[in-house]
């Protein structure tokens, strides 16, 4: 079966970019999403279809996907970004995969 | 406002049975894709099932496919997943969304329901 891999936690300081990576074989040529999960709240999407951001998301969110990983990064990071982040592929509507998720701390 | 309101979650024991709802509002229901997703206690996301607009077509995750099965009522703006066999690793928060129209992602979510399987 199709798996994501991403780190278990990554760290940034206020007002810095970071960028959190999702590695399968072949990512490039599936769709990635990604979500933001607080604690206790349902994942909010963030990021479709690789790079596009839904309305309401900010756009210190970006996306890209090539060759065989995909990556989430947040520009000008603040601390309400702190959360869990999951990347997302879909083949097709049969095959659909969720990384393990990366927990962001905001020091 | 758009919203999607899960139901039926509760403690069962090994091989029972469990049916969940997702009351959707604020949108044209039948116009779209939904899917179940579910995180085990403090574990990650697990896609578990999709079904199309018309109930057409059905994909499920090969640890569920011949136990549990997506459903829905265009009429009654619901889905549906009825769960049987139930094992302990089934125990989760199930959450339903709503797929964007034309591509991939899930941009609605419920607050979920939690399925507890336990003796």
């Known amino acids: 079966s199709y798996e994501l891999t991403q780190p278990p936690s990554v760290s940034v300081s206020p007002g810095q970019t970071v960028s959190i990576t999702c590695s399968g074989d072949k990512l490039g040529d599936r769709y990635a999403c990604w979500y933001q999960q607080k604690p206790g709240q349902s994942p909010v999407l963030v990021i479709y279809q690789d790079t596009k951001r839904p309305s309401g998301i900010p756009e210190r969110f970006s996306g890209s996907n090539s060759g065989n990983t995909a990556t989430l990064t947040i520009s000008g990071t603040q601390a309400m970004d702190e959360a869990d982040y999951y990347c997302q592929a879909w083949d097709s509507s049969a095959d659909v995969v969720f990384g393990g998720g990366t927990k962001l701390t905001v020091l | 406002e758009v919203q999607l309101v899960e139901s039926g979650g509760g403690l069962v024991q090994p091989g029972g049975s469990l049916r969940l709802s997702c009351a959707a509002s604020g949108f044209t229901f039948s116009n779209y894709w939904m899917s179940w997703v579910r995180q085990a206690p403090g574990k990650g996301l697990e896609w578990v099932a999709n079904?199309?607009?018309?109930?057409?077509?059905?994909f499920y995750v090969d640890s569920v496919k011949g136990r549990f099965t997506i459903s829905r009522d265009n009429a009654m703006n619901s889905l549906y997943l009825q769960m049987n066999s139930l094992r302990a690793e089934d125990t989760a928060l199930y959450y339903c969304?709503?797929?964007?129209?034309?591509?991939?992602?899930?941009?609605?979510w419920g607050q979920g329901t939690t399925v507890t399987v336990s003796s």
């Open positions: 079904i199309r607009q018309d109930g057409s077509e059905k």
């Open positions: 969304a709503r797929r964007l129209l034309h591509t991939y992602g899930l941009d609605v």
